[in-house]
């Protein structure tokens, strides 16, 4: 398998623009997690999935902020509009059966700048 | 309510000497507990965790850690660094309770190998 696959792997926008993350699970694994890093505030947790189905969004800073998951391969984390404090590494993680026992496997990250 | 403190930001030690990463939880519950590695400009990759199996945990790379539960410490430590060793890490706790599958991360600590 090629692992969690994210894309835009960089992305600079301007301040009030949509955004776009994307993110293709493992095969077969069925929980889906959305992740925030920044220097100030460490890796936060915004989102997750189990089966398609949102569980958990209370990490999710703002009504600015919406994640979808149509399909078992596939995620979208948008932001609109965007501001300058979004600029941070967002990461998608999958899991097989448990996000809390099992082994979480971490995308590369999408690295975003918003000017 | 679970936390995880990771007692130092930065570590340095030399190549070829032992490594020790100090972290301790707190957890309501019976918790599980990761080592989790990053290196520069990647996602998280797993070195090694704990579900209530056996205290001592081996994992990738020559890490280990021990679960001392009357200390509430999950220390992650390596008897002899390579400079591939550098890297952030991070100790993670959950609560293993069905129905929370959220993960809680610690701040970090960066490890660095001098030559």
């Known amino acids: 398998d090629a692992g969690v696959i994210q894309s835009p792997r960089h992305e600079v926008t301007e301040m009030g623009q949509e955004v776009t993350l994307r993110c293709k699970p493992i095969?077969?694994?069925?929980?889906l997690f959305w992740y925030r890093q920044t220097m100030m505030r460490g890796l936060e947790l915004l989102i997750y999935?189990?089966?398609?189905?949102?569980?958990?969004d209370s990490g999710m800073p703002e009504d600015r902020f919406s994640a979808k998951m149509p399909n078992a391969s596939f995620s979208t984390l948008k932001i609109q509009p965007s501001e300058p404090r979004d600029s941070a590494v967002y990461f998608c993680?999958?899991?097989?059966?448990?996000?809390?026992?099992?082994?979480?496997?971490f995308g590369p990250g999408t690295r975003l700048t918003v000017l | 309510a679970q936390s995880v403190t990771q007692l130092d930001s930065h570590v340095s030690v030399s190549e070829g000497t032992p490594v020790l990463l100090r972290c301790n939880y707190s957890?309501?519950?019976?918790?599980?507990l990761f080592w989790y590695v990053q290196h520069p400009n990647k996602g998280l990759q797993l070195l090694l965790k704990?579900?209530?199996?056996?205290?001592l945990v081996k994992g990738i790379n020559g890490f280990e850690a021990e679960f001392k539960k009357s200390e509430t410490s999950f220390h992650l430590t390596k008897p002899s660094a390579h400079m591939s060793d550098a890297a952030e890490y991070f100790c993670?706790?959950?609560?293993?309770?069905?129905?929370?599958?959220?993960?809680?991360f610690g701040t970090g600590t960066r490890l660095t190998i001098i030559p």
């Open positions: 993680a999958s899991s097989l059966y448990s996000g809390s026992t099992d082994t979480q496997y």
């Open positions: 095969s077969g694994h069925d929980y």
């Open positions: 999935f189990n089966n398609n189905v949102p569980i958990d």
């Open positions: 957890s309501s519950y019976s918790p599980s």
């Open positions: 704990y579900t209530s199996a056996a205290t």
């Open positions: 993670v706790v959950s609560l293993s309770n069905f129905g929370n599958e959220k993960l809680t």
